[in-house]
């Protein structure tokens, strides 16, 4: 597509639920990133997918989250049993694998709530 | 471990020019990045800077010193539409992994 597509844009759930988000990459871009921003925070690295290599998961912050990449484009972030301090922006990003004159171009991101 | 530092806010006036100074500390550096982003919306690429010097593109311009770990970004000309968060990022190693800033917000007055 033009651009990175994430969806939903916004989500609202429960404690202790899970939630999947997902992250659609501009076709092409081989490299995929997770990130996620709390209010007035800076953009905290979670995942990285680079091709058919293993992912890069040193930023997922407990084994609550996870992530998958299939077929080499769109990506699923889990969060297993939701926690109030889990509720951020959830941006997703993708890159061409050399990407770093280019940089990478952002989705819109998820605004996770968990009341 | 690595540590970006940019000051939290700036406040600057339409019309004049600004500098965004971004300070780190990291090894392996190999790139360092400038990314815009408004309030509620997605970071869009500014600038990136590998080697010393100063990169310009139209209204804004983008300085690295690697012997410094230091960069800034100086925008001129200042509009309205400016006013947002300005982030500084850097990747290290051979990976494509970027490390942020806390980011600077910068507010434009009239």
């Known amino acids: 597509g033009a651009g990175v597509s994430q969806s939903p844009s916004n989500k609202v759930t429960e404690k202790g639920k899970d939630v999947e988000l997902r992250c659609d990459p501009i076709s092409g871009h081989t490299a995929l990133y997770w990130y996620r921003q709390s209010l007035g925070q800076g953009l905290e690295f979670l995942i990285y997918?680079?091709?058919?290599?293993?992912?890069?998961k040193s930023g997922l912050p407990s084994d609550r989250f996870s992530a998958e990449r299939t077929g080499g484009s769109v990506s699923t972030l889990t969060i297993q049993r939701t926690q109030q301090e889990d509720s951020a922006v959830y941006l997703c990003a993708s890159s061409l694998a050399q990407g770093r004159s280019s940089g990478y171009t952002f989705g819109s991101g998820t605004r996770l709530t968990v009341v | 471990g690595q540590n970006i530092d940019q000051p939290t806010e700036m406040t600057a006036t339409e019309g004049a020019i600004v500098q965004i100074n971004c300070t780190y500390q990291t090894s392996g550096f190999n790139g360092l990045f400038w990314y815009q982003q408004h309030a509620g919306e997605a970071p869009t690429f500014l600038s990136y800077?590998?080697?010393?010097g100063l990169e310009e593109k139209g209204r804004f311009s983008s300085f690295l010193s690697r012997s410094k770990g230091y960069s800034y970004l100086l925008l001129k000309e200042l509009q309205m539409k400016d006013s947002a968060s300005y982030l500084c990022a850097v990747t290290t190693g051979g990976g494509n992994k970027l490390t942020f800033g806390t980011g600077t917000q910068l507010k434009v007055e009239l």
């Open positions: 800077n590998v080697l010393d």
């Open positions: 997918f680079q091709g058919n290599s293993a992912p890069d």
